[in-house]
Nanobody, 124 residues
Framework: QVQLAESGGGSVQSGGSLQLSCAASGYSYSTYCRAWFRQGPGKEREEVASIDGDGNINYANSVKGRFTISRDAAKNTLYLQMNSLEPEDTALYYC??????????????????WGQGTQVNVSS
């Protein structure tokens, strides 16, 4: 069983920064996909960024150039560094994982493992 736990959310002003963390426990594989999703008020859940065991990374166009996804194998932790935050980034951010390659996952509903989420609020 895989357990995920997010942390690092909070409230910041527009232009500020936050770093989210996702601690994982349980089995992991070289093909394991780990990703960040978010869901804002009245919006559908969307993928923010993903990284697989081979280091392949993808970003949503809306965060490209502002957010950076990374992983620390020694700590078994996934990170999302968020810079130049804007009010539209306000959302509940989730950590997700799956045993497939990220490129084989077509939607959020295909991910097997999820954290509880951490709230990010960005004010003007």
């Amino acid at each position: 069983q895989v357990q995920l736990a997010e942390s690092g959310g909070g409230s910041v002003q527009s232009g500020g920064s936050l770093q989210l963390s996702c601690a994982a426990s349980g089995y992991s594989y070289s093909t394991y996909c780990r990703a960040w999703f978010r869901q804002g008020p009245g919006k559908e859940r969307e993928e923010v960024a993903s990284i697989d065991g081979d280091g392949n990374i993808n970003y949503a166009n809306s965060v490209k150039g502002r957010f950076t996804i990374s992983r620390d194998a020694a700590k078994n932790t996934l990170y999302l560094q968020m810079n130049s935050l804007e009010p539209e980034d306000t959302a509940l951010y989730y950590c997700a994982a799956d045993h497939k390659y990220c490129s084989d996952l077509r939607s959020w509903s295909e991910y097997h493992y999820w954290g509880q989420g951490t709230q990010v609020n960005v004010s003007s």
